[in-house]
Nanobody, 123 residues
Framework: QVELVESGGGLAQTGASLRLSCVASGRSFSTSAMAWFRQALGKDREFVASLSWSGEMTYYADSVKGRFGISRDNAKNTVFLQMNRLKSEDTGVYYC????????????????WGQGTQVTVSS
């Protein structure tokens, strides 16, 4: 079993930065691809970013490419999402996910999810 706990969300102004963290406990973190998704109020959960178990391969949604960066520290069982130049449309609950099977951009591919952390961007 895997437990994922996100932190680092909060209220930020347009153009500011936030850094989210997701700490994993349980088996196989260092061998699992990891991802961040987000869900705005009234909308479906959407892919934000993912990276391979080694951290060498990263993938981003077009809406965050060039502004967000995903990374991991396998020694600390932690994956990060650095969010820069935040926009109001980045507002939502951000979820960490692990152990994908299949399409890494699909919510259906992931076996484990955190409880989410709220990010609110206002002007």
């Amino acid at each position: 079993q895997v437990e994922l706990v996100e932190s680092g969300g909060g209220l930020a102004q347009t153009g500011a930065s936030l850094r989210l963290s997701c700490v994993a406990s349980g088996r196989s973190f260092s061998t699992s691809a990891m991802a961040w998704f987000r869900q705005a109020l009234g909308k479906d959960r959407e892919f934000v970013a993912s990276l391979s178990w080694s951290g060498e391969m990263t993938y981003y949604a077009d809406s965050v490419k060039g502004r967000f960066g995903i990374s991991r520290d396998n020694a600390k069982n932690t994956v990060f999402l650095q969010m820069n130049r935040l926009k109001s449309e980045d507002t939502g609950v951000y979820y960490c996910a692990s152990e994908p099977r299949g399409n890494y951009r699909s919510t259906f591919s992931y076996s484990y999810w955190g409880q989410g952390t709220q990010v609110t961007v206002s002007s």
